[in-house]
């Protein structure tokens, strides 16, 4: 059974600051890997999205790397501002289904 | 059109109402889904269409009941829920649903459903 979890559960952390989150899964065989965030009560938005047999993907500030082989996906957050405060969620798609992570809550403040 | 809209936005029901959730897309996207998310936990899944066919149902329980009634809409009807069934319902679609597809995942703003 795939399962993901992230780590950190929680990070609070001063504006400006580069910040990593980490996302690690027990079954190789993905087809793809995204990240969303969450505001509260709020839906999910999509950030990056991985292929398989990518190895990164990059969107302004925010850069996504996938290593299929070791079960494990990074995000990192170049200089963290206050508006990027929210949950951050992996999930990863083995196949019909999208399984997610258990998430990143990240509070960022000025 | 790059949206998935859910409403309504806000729902309070008691135990015996009926209602229905409702999802739009018109991105042709031919996959749709039906998420439940708790209180600090991830989404999980509930339902999953593939053109317009109900391809699965994650054992949730009769009192929700799915309905595609074509490619761009998708429908929760609700009836007799428990207050435990409160939560944010999250509708989300990608365009297809073929193993070997790569496509991501596009969710809506969710619907926060309240049982009293």
């Known amino acids: 059974k795939q399962e993901v979890t992230q780590i950190p559960a929680a990070l609070s952390v001063p504006e400006g600051e580069n910040l990593v989150l980490n996302c690690s899964f027990t079954d190789s065989a993905i087809y793809n890997l995204q990240w969303f965030r969450q505001d509260p009560g709020k839906g999910l938005t999509s950030l990056l999205l991985?292929?398989?047999?990518?190895r990164e993907q990059t969107s302004g500030r925010l850069n996504a790397s996938l290593d299929k082989s070791s079960g494990r996906s990074t995000l990192y957050i170049a200089a963290s501002q206050p508006g990027d405060s929210a949950t951050y969620l992996c999930?990863?798609?083995?196949?019909?289904?999208?399984?997610f992570g258990t998430g990143t809550r990240l509070q960022v403040f000025p | 059109d790059t949206e998935v809209t859910q409403t309504p936005k806000h729902l309070v029901m008691g135990m015996t109402n009926k209602k229905s959730l409702k999802c739009e897309q018109h991105?042709?996207?031919?996959?749709m889904y039906w998420y439940k998310q708790k209180a600090k936990k991830p989404p999980e899944l509930m339902f999953v269409?593939?053109?317009?066919?109900?391809?699965i149902n994650e054992s949730v329980p009769s009192r929700f009941s799915p309905e595609c009634p074509n490619s761009s809409l998708l429908n929760l009807h609700l009836h007799a829920l428990q207050p435990e069934d409160s939560a944010l319902y999250l509708c989300a679609s990608s365009q297809g649903l073929q193993a070997r597809d790569s496509y991501g995942y596009t969710f809506g703003s969710g619907t926060r459903l309240t049982v009293v």
């Open positions: 269409y593939s053109y317009e066919k109900l391809s």
């Open positions: 991105m042709g996207h031919r996959a």
């Open positions: 991985i292929q398989s047999s990518q």
């Open positions: 999930a990863v798609r083995p196949g019909d289904k999208l399984i």
